[in-house]
Nanobody, 115 residues
Framework: QVQLAESGGGLVQPGGSLLLSCVGS????????MNWYRQALGKQREWVAR???????NYTDSVKGRFTTFRDNSKNTVYLRMNNLNPEDTAVYYC?????????WGQGTQVTVSS
């Protein structure tokens, strides 16, 4: 079992940057594949990025070249660096992992991109 907690969201102007963090509880965090999702108001939750236990990363096309996910296993933390933000990035951002048949989600952190 694992508990996840995101932080780092906020209001940022177009073109700005934010760094989201997701801290996981429990042992064996380093073996977990971690995902980032987001959900905009009135829209379905969409996958954004993932990092596996070998530090390999993947991104959805709309964020490639702008977002970077990385992890610090000594801190049980995964990060999402978001650069060149635009209003379409406004959403609640969640971190996620799956252990067996169980999905684990954080509570989410709001990111608002607006001038």
């Amino acid at each position: 079992q694992v508990q996840l907690a995101e932080s780092g969201g906020g209001l940022v102007q177009p073109g700005g940057s934010l760094l989201l963090s997701c801290v996981g509880s429990g042992r064996n965090f380093d073996v977990l594949q971690m995902n980032w999702y987001r959900q905009a108001l009135g829209k379905q939750r969409e996958w954004v990025a993932r990092i596996n236990n070998g530090y390999r990363t993947n991104y959805t096309d709309s964020v490639k070249g702008r977002f970077t996910t990385f992890r610090d296993n000594s801190k049980n933390t995964v990060y999402l660096r978001m650069n060149n933000l635009n209003p379409e990035d406004t959403a609640v951002y969640y971190c996620h992992t799956k252990i067996g048949n169980w999905d684990y989600w954080g509570q989410g952190t709001q990111v608002t991109v607006s001038s």
